[in-house]
T-cell receptor, first 113, second 112 residues
Framework: QQQVKQSPQSLIVQKGGISIINCAYE??????FPWYQQFPGKGPALLIA?????SEKKEGRFTISFNKSAKQFSLHIMDSQPGDSATYFC????????????FGGGTRVLVKP | DGGITQSPKYLFRKEGQNVTLSCEQN?????MYWYRQDPGQGLRLIYY???????QKGDIAEGYSVSREKKESFPLTVTSAQKNPTAFYLC???????????FGPGTRLLVL
C-alpha cells in the first residue's frame, strides 16, 4: 500500500501559536519524508525533510518529528505567522525505487493576526 | 535565472482534443516528474523519467503520454482518452539519486 494519510484537513491558529500537522504511512520501504508548502496557484516548495535515521529535525520555526515504529511523522510550526497561511503537504518516497513521491491529502493552515 | 518553467499557465481543451503541456528545466537535473493535483487534494504521480530516452508510468498514467528526448525537456500530452483532464499539472525535477524535487509553477488545464 502506497498511501500517506494526513490530518487535519484544515486548521486555524492564532498568530504566535503552534500549528501541528500529522501524517501516517504504510509502506515500510519509504526512507525519505519531505514537507512541502504551497500557496494558491503556485507550485509546492520544499520546506523541510527527514530521513528515518533521526527522530527530529529542526529548521528555524519548523520541526519534523518522526516515529519509525508507529510509522508516523509530524510537522510543527512554532510562532505561526500570517505569512505561514498556506497548504502543507507531507510526502514519502522510496529513494531506491526512483524517488517517486507519494503525497498526503494536504492541510490548509490559516494563521489569524 | 535557473529553474523550472511550465507553459502555458492556463490551457483549454476541447472534447476529443490532445493537448501538450511544456516543462523545461535549466538546472541540469537528470530526473523529471509529472504530477496531477485536483482541488483540495494531494499530488499524484503521472509519469517520471530518470534519464533521457527513458520514462516510467506513475500511479495514474492512463490517458497521458510523455517523451524525454532532451535532458532539459519533459513534455506531457493529455490525450482524448483522459476523460477527466481538468486539474492543476505540476512538473518537478531532481538530481539523480538525490532526494529533493523542485517544482515548477504549474499549468491549469480546463475543459471547454
Amino acid at each position: 500500500q502506497q498511501q500517506v494519510k494526513q490530518s487535519p484537513q484544515s486548521l486555524i491558529v492564532q498568530k504566535g501559536g503552534i500549528s501541528i500537522i500529522n501524517c501516517a504511512y504504510e509502506n515500510t520501504a519509504f526512507d525519505y519524508f519531505p514537507w512541502y508548502q504551497q500557496f494558491p496557484g503556485k507550485g509546492p516548495a520544499l520546506l523541510i525533510a527527514i530521513r528515518p535515521d533521526v527522530s527530529e529535525k529542526k529548521e528555524g520555526r519548523f520541526t519534523i518529528s518522526f516515529n519509525k515504529s508507529a510509522k508516523q511523522f509530524s510537522l510543527h510550526i512554532m510562532d505561526s505567522q500570517p505569512g505561514d497561511s498556506a497548504t502543507y503537504f507531507c510526502a514519502a518516497s522510496d529513494l531506491a525505487a526512483g524517488n517517486k513521491l507519494t503525497f498526503g491529502g494536504g492541510t490548509r493552515v490559516l494563521v489569524k493576526p | 535565472d535557473g529553474g523550472i518553467t511550465q507553459s502555458p499557465k492556463y490551457l483549454f481543451r476541447k472534447e476529443g482534443q490532445n493537448v501538450t503541456l511544456s516543462c523545461e528545466q535549466n538546472l541540469n537535473h537528470d530526473a523529471m516528474y509529472w504530477y496531477r493535483q485536483d482541488p483540495g487534494q494531494g499530488l499524484r504521480l503521472i509519469y517520471y523519467s530518470q534519464i533521457v530516452n527513458d520514462f516510467q508510468k506513475g500511479d495514474i498514467a492512463e490517458g497521458y503520454s510523455v517523451s524525454r528526448e532532451k535532458k532539459e525537456s519533459f513534455p506531457l500530452t493529455v490525450t482524448s482518452a483522459q476523460k477527466n483532464p481538468t486539474a492543476f499539472y505540476l512538473c518537478a525535477s531532481s538530481i539523480k539519486y538525490r532526494e529533493t524535487q523542485y517544482f515548477g509553477p504549474g499549468t491549469r488545464l480546463l475543459v471547454l
